[in-house]
């Protein structure tokens, strides 16, 4: 009954995205409005066929339907039930079924949000795009990634997920919130394409979707920094990001649509960058298939990645076929792009958002060359290179403190021209600010060059935020603080806590292996001491369950018990290694175990002493919060009919100025 339900409702999706499709164009080339009016039809079709396949493929591995060649492979009678519903998006079929849902979820939010314009040719056009993306989905599943095969002979039990990705609640939450940010960049790029090919370049299409893409760069941050915190939790050595493949798969359409929230204020405001932000915006998408290729295609290694499949060419095609028509409709239209404004100084806001973009677009850069290079000397050479921390840390790590000295500049940088009179006034304070924080970072101790010019630009730009933040709420109270002008100033403060945390963290680690022993023997103490704390081995216990099986050791540290383990799940061969993990708001104490408690007493343990890892998560959560307030207007905000067809290469009206209109991140 599941597969035959499942089966069933991959058929409705497919057959109802192709009918959109045809309906659409049909409607747009013979200008008949009922027609474009029936995308909201296809629509909740589309959404219908995608929740009964999720539905169904759930039922199957809550009942333990074997018959299921995907709920055999992955799936477990003795799999606890949180990791059984996400057991889902632990393998590959079932993660193309999960992100078909999100994408059907939001093409129906947009046929409804639009549900009084539909049978606009903007509008129409940008759900015909949306339909040819559910369409290709719809389709994987249909070959390649089918989740509903059927086995003639079902095993009696499966193997359940792989071990590290069911000993920590992170990963029910992590993966659905990066496909949420992954798959709502769909919105924005199905707009972008529907004004290339209307031709309706104004702004007006941007004030709508900007919100669209708040929505979704908040998702994937929040994707992003739960990875991470699940990488620092789980894997054990004491880290929480590893440049590895699927982690960069992830952070380069983060970094291209930081890049297009602050150059689309510049279009909003006087017209320009549009090439910038049309191709911004396709990069973005293109770069999400392109994460999708690394991860489910079995070109790269990762704890992260999938196996080696038959989609990887369908998805390299499709990332293809992206690229081929943005470059080709941007360059069709690149006549009515030109803008007839210009930047009037480099010292102004326009000109602090176009070296933004040049460096965001550099990051990017080094980041994919760094990804795929080891894949593109594979294929044109047969011989795999490795490209490793190193690389990433010596080419980004400038990079980032050029962002945190462009986080300080921006915010207090007027439109068209500033004078050395405004820039004084307005960057004294951020530079008190930065001074104090060197300062502080000495007296405690802090030493090197990278990472005390990290914490002076760290202040300088904190300086700058909490500046704006101050002036707002002077003017216009509490209530000012809505909007994406002081939003973008909350999520900049979330940015530098996860700055200055990273160049903390990694200065100033302390690691240590070590045996210890319950009973201290000449060459084994039962207490050692690193970076100032007491740690003693007590002991060690063993439970087992249907699930698994665990050694638990009990060491004190500063009187606290930490109890690191050991895990054999039945499908494992090895044993996997569950860290003991406390955070403060200065510290974090990692403890896991590198050999077995022994029937003599003794244990091999690592120790790491990190500062500062807290504000990670911490300036993730300040981040999604910033991000909130600026996806809704502050009081200044006048709305803009997105549907409108401004006069081509016409710059916009200015609008009222604001103290410092800034958009998310800028």
Known sequence: MNAALGAGAVVLG????????????????????????????????????????????????????????????????????????????????????????????????????????????????????????????????????????????????????????????????????????????????????????????????????????????????????????????????????????????????????????????????????????????????????????????????????????????????????????????????????????????????????????????????????GTVFPLISEALNDDRVTVGVPYFERMTMPIGLLLLFLMAMAPVLPWRKASAETLRTRLLWPGWVGTGVLVVAVLVGARGLAPLLAFFLAGFAAGAALRQLVLATRRQGWRGLVGRTNGGMVVHLGVIMIAVAFAASNAYQVERDARLCVEATPGCPSTITVSGHEITYLGSSTDTTAARAQVTAQVRVDGKVYEPALQQFPNGSQQIGKPSVRNTLRTSILLSITDPPTSSGTIGLKVIVQPLIVWLWIGGAVMAIGSAMAAFPGKRRRPTDPTSAPVPGAAPPEPEPEPVPVGVGS
């Not at 760069?217 to 050595?237: D, N, P």
């Not at 941007?330 to 007839?340: C, I, K, N, T």
């Open 14 to 369: 497919f057959v109802g995205s192709l009918g959109a499709i045809l309906t659409l164009a049909m409607g747009l080339r013979s200008q008949r409005p009922e027609l474009l009016r029936m995308s909201r039809t296809y629509a909740y079709l589309v959404l219908g066929g995608a929740v009964v396949a999720f539905a169904a493929m759930e039922r199957a591995l809550i009942t333990r339907d074997f018959s299921l060649k995907f709920v055999a492979e992955h799936g477990s009678t003795a799999t606890p039930a949180l990791y059984n519903v996400a057991t889902l998006w632990s393998a590959l079929e079932g993660s193309i079924l999960l992100w078909s849902l999100v994408l059907a979820g939001y093409v129906v939010a947009v046929v409804t949000k639009f549900r009084s314009r539909l049978e606009d040719p903007l509008v129409a056009w940008a759900m015909l795009t949306m339909f040819v993306v559910t369409l290709f989905f719809f389709g994987l599943m249909l070959g390649p990634a089918n989740p509903f095969h059927t086995l003639a002979n079902p095993p009696i039990d499966g193997p359940g997920p792989n071990p590290l990705l069911q000993n920590h609640p992170l990963m029910a939450f992590h993966p659905p919130m990066l496909y949420l940010g992954y798959v709502g960049f769909t919105v924005p790029f199905a707009f972008a394409i529907a004004a290339l090919v209307t031709g309706r370049l104004g702004e007006g299409w941007l004030v709508e979707t900007r919100r669209w893409t708040i929505f979704a760069w908040t998702f994937l941050t929040i994707g992003i920094v739960l990875g991470a915190w699940w990488s620092h939790e789980v894997l054990g050595w004491g880290g929480y990001w590893a440049w590895d493949p699927v982690e960069n798969a992830s952070f380069l359409p983060w970094l291209t649509a930081t890049a297009y929230l602050h150059s689309v204020m510049v279009q909003e405001r006087r017209g320009m960058l549009r090439v910038w932000n049309l191709s911004l915006l396709c990069a973005t998408f293109a770069l999400t298939i392109l994460g999708t290729f690394l991860t489910r295609s079995g070109v790269v290694d990762s704890v992260h990645a999938f196996s080696e499949s038959a989609i990887g060419p369908m998805l390299l095609g499709f990332f293809g076929l992206i690229v081929a028509v943005t470059v080709g409709l941007v360059a069709w239209r690149g006549d009515r792009l030109r803008s007839p404004a210009r930047i009037d100084s480099p010292v102004s806001r326009e000109g602090a958002f176009l070296l933004n973009n040049i460096v965001f677009a550099a990051f990017a850069f080094v980041v994919l060359l």
